[in-house]
């Protein structure tokens, strides 16, 4: 099945895209240039192309910040996928509601939410399609860029999700079943209006058990692939939290976002010194330093049990698509993430109990 699966998402290849620039042409940038040129083109797009030396002006290759000038010649080579097919995978789904009109999925952690460039089988969206009965491969388009974004080329179901979640983040994803109500929930996101709660284990102790935490959030200038908290620039972030429950060498704690910014609770709390718990990305699946033999072992402990970041959307609160109506999901804790809460409430009592005698 595998086999016959990638057989269906051949490689993209490279179209080289010529402009002559005409002679009224104004002095702008030449990624804005080719943005507004190229159909279908993104600004991230042209970016990786002018990164990885594909584009020319007067065949020499050419950075992002150039003028172009009136009579340039401009060679650009460009990725394209070709349109790929979606086979259905009767892969099993926790689904917390359903009815005509969407579905509110309880996502395990590891599965990705949606084919893409590098994860293009054994998605969320494979596993919708076999659920809603559809059994022949669909024809879909993928965009490359930041966000590699879907589109159905065929006519009939067409899932669509409002939101997204990382590869290894746990909990709750809402698809649209009618691709007509896709703008409706999207514009709750944009305008903040549904509410999102995760719930998350961090190293250490906090020193306030709720507060607030605000930091603009950009990309790294040491490394594009990690987000940061940025004192210039970035957008606007804002994490409400409240601690749930202490433990001598972690938190557990409920995360409220006033924001959705990339990787934003991941961030936040690195930023405040309490990163998430197996988070490898940022360095979250490291055993934090202390002089206490316990304490030690029970981090090395905990840090061997978490394959992944120990992050969990678990509850929505949105308004339906028809009728108006609130509509309010919860969700259980995926099995690792209730298996390291018991290690830590197991040995917080021992401590306890030592620091009595």
């Given at each position: 099945m595998e086999d016959n699966i990638r057989n269906n998402y051949p490689e993209?290849?490279?179209?080289?895209?010529?402009i002559d620039v005409p002679k009224g042409q104004t002095a702008i940038r030449l990624d804005q240039f080719l943005t507004k040129e190229i159909k279908g083109a993104t600004r991230t797009k042209i970016q990786?192309?002018?990164?990885a030396g594909k584009v020319f002006v007067n065949n020499k290759p050419a950075k992002?910040?150039?003028?172009?000038?009136?009579?340039d010649v401009i060679k650009c080579g460009l990725l394209r996928y070709p349109p790929l097919e979606l086979v259905p995978e009767d892969i099993p789904l926790e689904i917390e509601f359903e009815d005509e009109e969407l579905m509110v999925?309880?996502?395990?952690?590891?599965?990705?939410?949606h084919p893409g460039v590098g994860n293009r089988y054994g998605t969320l969206i494979n596993a919708v399609l076999w659920h809603l009965g559809v059994r022949e491969a669909q024809k879909i388009e993928i965009d490359d860029d930041e966000k590699e974004e879907m589109k159905f080329l065929s006519e009939g179901v067409r899932p669509g999700l409002a939101h997204r979640l990382d590869k290894d983040t746990s909990g709750l994803l809402i698809i649209s079943k009618n691709p007509e109500n896709m703008p409706f929930l999207q514009s709750q996101f944009s305008t903040r209006s549904i509410s999102r709660e995760y719930h998350t284990l961090v190293w250490g102790k906090l020193k306030e058990t709720s507060g607030t935490i605000e930091g603009n959030i950009g990309r790294s200038p040491r490394d594009r692939k990690?987000?940061?908290?940025?004192?210039?620039g970035g957008k606007v972030a804002i994490t409400d939290y409240e601690v749930i429950e202490e433990f001598p060498i972690a938190s557990y704690v409920k995360v409220k976002l006033r924001?959705?910014?990339?990787?934003?609770i991941r961030v936040h709390f690195g930023s405040i010194g309490h990163l998430v718990i197996g988070d490898h990305f940022y360095n979250g699946d490291k055993s934090p330093k202390t002089t206490s033999k316990f304490k030690r072992d029970l981090s090395n402990r905990v840090a061997a049990m978490a394959n992944r970041q120990m992050l969990h959307a678990k509850k929505l609160e949105l308004i339906h698509p028809l009728g108006q109506r609130s509509l309010e999901v919860d969700s259980t804790l995926p099995k690792d993430f209730q298996d390291i809460l018991e290690v830590l409430r197991h040995y917080t009592k021992i401590f306890n109990q030592n620091l009595l005698s």
């Open positions: 993209p290849s490279e179209e080289t895209i010529e990786n192309a002018i990164d992002a910040s150039k003028k172009v000038q009136p009579f999925v309880n996502k395990e952690p590891g599965m990705c939410s990690k987000f940061v908290v940025l004192r210039n924001t959705g910014r990339t990787h934003q």
